[in-house]
Structures are given as structure tokens and as C-alpha cells.
């Protein structure tokens, strides 16, 4: 019961608010000596031999680490969030809304619906949730405000749109995910563009139907005459999405087709994020460090809870937990179903309190050999955790991207509105991967 306890333990550690990295570390090397005395001192054992066999415990970190750093899979994580970074900083993300806002704002629901397709193109583009939120609140909110849209459905839409880039590729939680379950990362992002595109249909049609059933939730906009002829707008639209469009077309085309890998594709992405800065007249060298320094934050982070939650894993699997879960989960009623579900219910109830890649590092691990050991197929099951761990975004009490749109929301949006907001997009969210749990053929796949 040593890891059920250690679990429990870094679970509450981090509810009290310590450091993620830190916490999996300390809780680690406090279980782990207290397992070498638990297993040497009950059978006779001196309090040094007790000590040795805890330190021991930890002698192939070391190795651990090494090969952690020199993961080329890894490599990937870093260049996709300094492209995100680059093309957020030359306002991609308010040329694509400007522009889809003429094609679409004379329908009901027109500026909803837009920010949903941005969000998908910012996702195929950049995959950077946080950017995604913080410029569709900025730039699209005070808009829907302005046409008097309903404050739950303007920030459940913005919310929900931003965390497409966890679904569609390229994400930083399928490469994640593909290291962990060891299967190429070119295959997971292939696999996953069906369901990220159903959700964008989803979404739309969940817009499209509330507005028509209540008619004020999401007036249609007239669009302004002296804004010139549709033909000019669909013109000026086409501009705005072209650059970006052709980006997303040679990073994921070429992963596609098997010509680079995603670690290639991302050096390429990085280069063709500047070539788009320098087209928009945006580029500058403060923006160049700005973005590598961001860059270089957000994969210290990765990496540091990565090797906290090795050392955690490592642990964990010492002290017998694992056996004990598989144990568990193998004996579940339906089996293959029983344990596909169960693991489901959790991953979802942790992302109300624990970040993505946590959950990735921490609780995936154990579930692999369960998975492969019931002979469910690896690819599909990623593509259901990925999909999970989409709705850790969105839902209370640490919800990121409900963080994000409150930063930058006015003061008349009340944190109520956001969470009554993202209530019907979650359960979007939850229908969809029930589609793909259910009907895992449509999207060309198999459990």
C-alpha cells in the first residue's frame, strides 16, 4: 500500500499548491527510503542496510535522465511552442478573426462560429492553448459583448475553440503521449485529425442550434456597407487564411506523408513562423528572444515534471503499486469495456485538479501494460486520453484556459458565466469521445 499511499500523498501536495516537479521529486525520495526501511528492518536489518537499499533504489536515475534528454521524439515540444509563440506575436490570431467575422456575422451565431474555426486553424497552426484563449478574449469577446451574444455561450465558445489545439495536431499532448506509449507520433497525429475535426463540427452545430432555438443568445451582425463588396471580403479573408493554411499544409502535410518527422517538421514549422512574421511586417529580434525564452520556460517546466514523475513512476512500480492497480483493473466486469471506462471516469475526474502533463507522466504509465496486457490497440487508446485530457482545460476548479479568458476578460463577465459556459462544451467534449469509444471504425481505427 506504500505507492496507493504515495499517490494519494503527491495528489494533496498538489491540491495545497506546491510545485509540480518538486512535489513528485520529494514525495519520491521520502517513499522510497521509507520503503527500503519498511522491506530491511522488519526482518533484522541494520539501519545503514536499511538507508543502502533506499538509496540504491535511485542509483539508474541517473541513466533515466539521460535518456530522457536525449529523446529526439522530445525534441518536437520545444520548436512547436516557440512556432505558436512567433505566430502569436504577428496578430495571426486578429487578421483570421477580423476575417472570418465578415464571411460569418450576418448569421446567427456568425462571430461564435468563427471563433470556433480560427481556434481550429490556430490549433493546426500553433498548438499553444494558452495564445489561442488569451487572443480570441482579447480580440473576439468584446465583440460578441458588443452584439449583445450571452456572456455563457461568447466564453464557453472562446474556451472551447482554444483547446482545440490539444485534439488537433500538431499537440503537445500527442507527442507526449506518443512517447509514452512508445508509438510514432506521425501515426497519433494522422489518427487524431477525424475526431478533432468532428469536434469543430460539433461545436458549430451546437452554436447554429441554440441560436436558432433562442433568438437572443447570438444575434446576427450587420455588417457595415462601407466595408466594401463581399467579393472584396471573401478576398481580404482568403489573404488572412492563405499564410497560415499553407503552414499548416507543409508541417503536417510532409509528417503525413512520410517525408519528415514531427521533430523535422517542427524545425521547419519554426523557420516558416518567421518567413509569416516577416510577410505580416511583425518581426522583430525582441520578439525572436522573447519567443526562445518562452520556449525555453515552457520545456523546462515539461521536463521537470517529467523527471519528477520518472523518479515517481519508478517508485511507484518498487513498491508494488502497479501490480496492485493491474490487479484491479483486470478483474473489473466487462473487462476490456470495464477498464476502457473506468480509466476514462479517472483520467477525467483527476483533470478537475491536476495539469495534462501530469496526468500524461503519472498516471498513463500505469495504464499502458494494463492496456496492452487486455489487447486493446495502443493508437486508439492515446487518441481516447487525448481527447480526455482535452476537457482538463475546461473544467473547474483549475481549469486553465477558464484562467486565461478571466485575465483578459472585462470586468462585467463574472467567473460564473465562463463556468456556466463551458458546461455544454464539455459535454460535447464527452459525446464525441463516446463516439470514438463506440464507433472507433469511422475514424479508420480499431480497439
Not at 156 to 180: E, F, R, Y
Not at 286 to 293: G, H, N, S, Y
Not at 419 to 437: C, D, K, N, S, T
Request: with cysteine; proline share 6%.
Amino acid at each position: 500500500m506504500i505507492g496507493i499511499t504515495m499517490f494519494f500523498t503527491a495528489l494533496f501536495m498538489l491540491l495545497l499548491g506546491f510545485p509540480v516537479a518538486f512535489t513528485f521529486g520529494a514525495v519520491s525520495v521520502f517513499f522510497g527510503m521509507a520503503a527500503g526501511f519498511l522491506t530491511i528492518i522488519p526482518d533484522g536489518g541494520t539501519f545503514m542496510e536499511a538507508w543502502d537499499e533506499g538509496v540504491n533504489m535511485f542509483a539508474m536515475m541517473p541513466h533515466r535522465i539521460w535518456a530522457i534528454m536525449t529523446n529526439t521524439i522530445l525534441m518536437a515540444i520545444p520548436l512547436f511552442i516557440f512556432m505558436g509563440i512567433v505566430l502569436q506575436k504577428s496578430k495571426l490570431a486578429e487578421r483570421l478573426l477580423e476575417s472570418m467575422g465578415f464571411l460569418f456575422g450576418e448569421i446567427r451565431g456568425g462571430v461564435a462560429i468563427s471563433t470556433v474555426l480560427v481556434g481550429a486553424l490556430l490549433a493546426a497552426s500553433t498548438g499553444v492553448v494558452g495564445a489561442s484563449v488569451i487572443a480570441m478574449g482579447v480580440i473576439s469577446l468584446p465583440v460578441m459583448l458588443k452584439y449583445n451574444y450571452s456572456k455563457p455561450l461568447a466564453c464557453g465558445t472562446i474556451c472551447a475553440a482554444g483547446t482545440l489545439g490539444q485534439i488537433i495536431p500538431p499537440s503537445i499532448v500527442l507527442i507526449i503521449l506518443g512517447d509514452v506509449f512508445q508509438i510514432p507520433v506521425g501515426d497519433l497525429f494522422r489518427q487524431a485529425f477525424g475526431p478533432g475535426l468532428v469536434l469543430v463540427g460539433a461545436y458549430i452545430i451546437y452554436i447554429l442550434v441554440i441560436s436558432f432555438i433562442k433568438k437572443d443568445v447570438a444575434p446576427p451582425i450587420k455588417i457595415d456597407g462601407n466595408a466594401g463588396s463581399k467579393f472584396q471580403q471573401i478576398l481580404g479573408a482568403l489573404k488572412a487564411i492563405l499564410p497560415p493554411l499553407t503552414l499548416i499544409i507543409v508541417v503536417l502535410g510532409s509528417i503525413f506523408a512520410g517525408i519528415a518527422t514531427p521533430t523535422e517538421s517542427s524545425a521547419v514549422g519554426s523557420i516558416g513562423a518567421i518567413l509569416l512574421a516577416l510577410m505580416y511586417k511583425k518581426f522583430s529580434w525582441k520578439i525572436l528572444e522573447e519567443a526562445a525564452l518562452e520556449s525555453a520556460k515552457t520545456t523546462a517546466m515539461v521536463f521537470g515534471i517529467l523527471i519528477g514523475a520518472t523518479a515517481f513512476s519508478m517508485v511507484f512500480t518498487y513498491t508494488g503499486g502497479d501490480m496492485l492497480i493491474e490487479n484491479f483493473m483486470t478483474h473489473l466486469p466487462g473487462q476490456k469495456w470495464g477498464f476502457v471506462i473506468l480509466s476514462m471516469i479517472i483520467i477525467f475526474i483527476l483533470g478537475f485538479f491536476i495539469d495534462f502533463i501530469e496526468i500524461s507522466y503519472i498516471i498513463v504509465p500505469i495504464l499502458v501494460p494494463i492496456a496492452d496486457t487486455i489487447g486493446i490497440n495502443p493508437m486508439w487508446y492515446a487518441i481516447l486520453i487525448a481527447m480526455n485530457l482535452q476537457s482538463s482545460f475546461l473544467t473547474p476548479p483549475f481549469g486553465f484556459s477558464l484562467f486565461y479568458l478571466k485575465g483578459v476578460a472585462p470586468p462585467s463577465v463574472k467567473t460564473m458565466d465562463i463556468y456556466r459556459g463551458i458546461i455544454p462544451f464539455i459535454i460535447i467534449q464527452m459525446a464525441v469521445l463516446a463516439i470514438v469509444i463506440v464507433y472507433p471504425q469511422i475514424f479508420g481505427m480499431h480497439s
